[in-house]
């Protein structure tokens, strides 16, 4: 024993690997310094609670030169035995608080946002059957979940959302508008759990406009999308066309399974677990869309999806493969001049689901009746109103074969005109286009 100083501590040997040295001071009791065999000098302090035939306690009380110097550690050994004749315990406090933070800790993982997010996901999109799951997917991963990484759902404020979706934002209006709706129905799920007790988003406006959903691709155009989908390998190719014949959302085509076609009668029924409306749905598919899913099939029996990279699961990508296709239809434009005259460079803005609204309003342009358009699109619409939701329960099935197949004759047409660069018989055969008759002389 020597009293601890500056030049005592540093004169002390480094013990062999494995062994440590103790120099106890001689002014006060139970103070020390211990030397590690890597050369680490650490001030320590032993003491006892409740007299002379209790265990004795030892607290670490810092490192020599980071920050403590032997004066500074003196002085701390000082306040910490003033503290033990005062009835404390800082062995015992160190333990309480170091148990303190390993249940914060705990809580804090079990509030993490990003875990409570998949529970979400999980309960509530995917077990409850929702059809948007791979919509809900992609926002979550892409945009929502990155956004907050790391926060718990208590630190996530106000003020954390909005930058997020102007963040968002910057690269996609809809984008920032789509993680608007699910985070909002998220933190709705989380209040109904007891999980919060308010909503971030509370008052908070979705970011954005939404675009008005009025957009009818003109014939030309329809066979604009036709001729730029044949540039695309497949799946991909055949998925857009198969779009544009039959008039099916993107998420019930792109979901489409060998075991729903019955190709012997050309049939495609569309099981109500994968229908908007919870109804089964069949559709006779026109003769164009059955020579392209019996390419797709080679001529061999097959399971699973019909559009797949991997044979096991559904195409996803669509964005990615949307601007491929828009990359198509740029080059068409640039070949054909005529198109380019009318069109410009590029389509006007438009998304995938016009191509459905396009199908309706060119079949009502044919003169087919609009229940026969409600009934290939599988909407409600008034065939469900009053007495003849009720009692009218007829399925329209030979009247969906022939529209759907009136209309891929006209695509198909049309394609084959626009390919030989012969617009103006594209235009013509377009039964929307406006004639203006002359009254008699």
């Known amino acids: 024993m020597t009293r601890i100083t500056k030049s005592s501590v540093e004169a002390l040997d480094v013990p062999p690997p494995g062994g440590r ?11 020390g310094v211990r030397v590690s065999s890597g050369g680490d000098r ?30 500074q550690a003196r002085r701390r050994a000082l306040e910490i035995l003033a503290s033990v004749r005062s009835g404390a315990d800082p062995m015992a406090d160190r333990e309480r608080a170091r148990e303190e933070k390993a249940s914060q800790d705990a809580l804090r993982v079990e509030r993490m946002f990003d875990g409570l997010a998949d529970q979400w996901l999980e309960r509530h999109v995917r077990g409850g059957g929702l059809r948007s799951l791979k919509d809900v997917e992609g926002v979550l991963e892409r945009d929502i979940k990155p956004a907050f990484k790391g926060l718990t759902v208590d630190e996530i ?18 984008a920032a508008n789509k993680m608007h709706k699910w ?13 919060v007790e308010h909503s971030p988003l509370d008052r908070i406006r979705r970011p954005h406009a939404e675009p008005s959903r009025s957009r009818v691709l003109s014939l030309l155009e329809i066979a604009i999308v036709w001729l730029a989908a044949g540039g695309l390998p497949d799946p991909y190719r055949s998925f857009y066309r198969l779009l544009i014949l039959s008039g099916q959302r993107l998420r019930e085509v792109a979901g489409m399974s060998w075991t729903e076609l019955d190709l012997t009668v050309a049939e495609w029924l569309l099981p109500a677990g994968r229908t908007k409306n919870g109804n089964d749905h069949l559709l006779h598919l026109p003769i164009h869309a059955i020579t392209i ?25 669509f964005s990615k493969s949307k601007m491929a296709l828009d990359d198509q239809i740029a080059s068409i434009l640039a070949n054909i001049p005529d198109a380019a005259v009318r069109i410009g460079a590029a389509l006007p803005h438009w998304v995938v689901h016009d191509l459905r609204r396009s199908l309706a309003t060119g079949c009502q342009s044919m003169s087919i009746p609009m229940e026969v358009v409600e009934a290939v699109l599988n909407q409600v619409g008034t065939r469900k109103a009053g007495v003849r939701g009720i009692y009218q329960l007829y399925d329209y099935f030979d009247e969906k ?3 759907l197949q009136r209309w891929a004759d006209l695509v198909t047409r049309a394609a084959a005109a626009l390919a030989k660069g012969d617009v103006e018989a594209l235009v013509s055969m377009d039964p929307a286009r406006k004639v203006r008759r002359r009254l008699p002389q």
């Open 401 to 403: 074969a022939e529209a």
């Open 183 to 195: 985070l909002r129905q998220m933190f709705n799920w989380f209040i109904e759990r007891g999980i």
């Open 21 to 31: 040295t103790v120099l106890w001071d001689a002014e006060v009791k139970g103070f």
């Open 42 to 71: 650490t001030y320590v302090l032993r003491y006892q609670v409740g007299g002379r035939d209790q265990k004795q306690r030892q607290v670490t009380i810092g490192r020599h030169g980071s920050p403590f110097t032997a004066d």
């Open 157 to 174: 404020t106000r003020t954390k959302v909005n930058e997020a979706l102007d963040v968002v934002g910057e690269r996609s209006k809809a």
């Open 293 to 317: 899913l019996e390419t797709l099939r080679g001529g061999t029996s097959k399971t699973g999806p019909v559009f797949t990279t991997d044979g096991r699961v559904p195409i996803a990508g």
